[in-house]
């Protein structure tokens, strides 16, 4: 993975946002696993997930929320210097947070770490259910 700062076109981490690589890291040292090991569990989920999808499957992470396919009609459509044209159907990907995530996302920072993640077993600090806190 290359740095963000060899991408002229990336914005500036200010903590709005996570870079692939920085998100790896993070996970790797939350799950306490190598770096190499998170790459290839993160590459494998985002290439099932999209698989999952091309085929019109629904993939839901119970109490976290679900990606989903939703085909939007094909219109006429203005193509810049070349015209107009028709386009086709074509599919999209979107995701719907559980009401439980949208709940949690709501809270206090104290309030979140009095409780799971939701979909996980995990706390925000790292403790797991089986933990005493």
């Known amino acids: 993975m290359s740095d963000a700062t060899d991408r ?48 019109g499957v629904q993939v839901n992470f119970s109490g976290y929320g679900r990606f989903y396919p ?21 599919k999209v990907l979107k995701f719907g947070a559980s009401r439980k995530l949208s709940d949690f996302l709501a809270l206090s920072d104290e309030e979140a770490r009095a ?4 979909g996980t077993t995990i706390f925000i600090d790292g403790a797991t259910s089986d933990e005493q806190r």
């Open 115 to 118: 409780i799971r993640v939701p």
């Open 70 to 90: 939703q085909v939007h009609k094909g219109h006429p459509a203005q193509f810049g210097a070349i015209g107009r044209g028709p386009l086709p159907d074509y």
């Open 8 to 55: 002229p076109d990336d914005e500036e981490q200010d903590g709005s946002r996570i870079n692939k690589r920085d998100l790896i890291r993070s996970v790797a040292r939350r799950a306490g696993v190598q770096i190499k090991v998170t790459e290839q569990v993160y590459e494998a989920l985002l290439v099932e997930v999209v698989d999952q999808i091309r085929n």
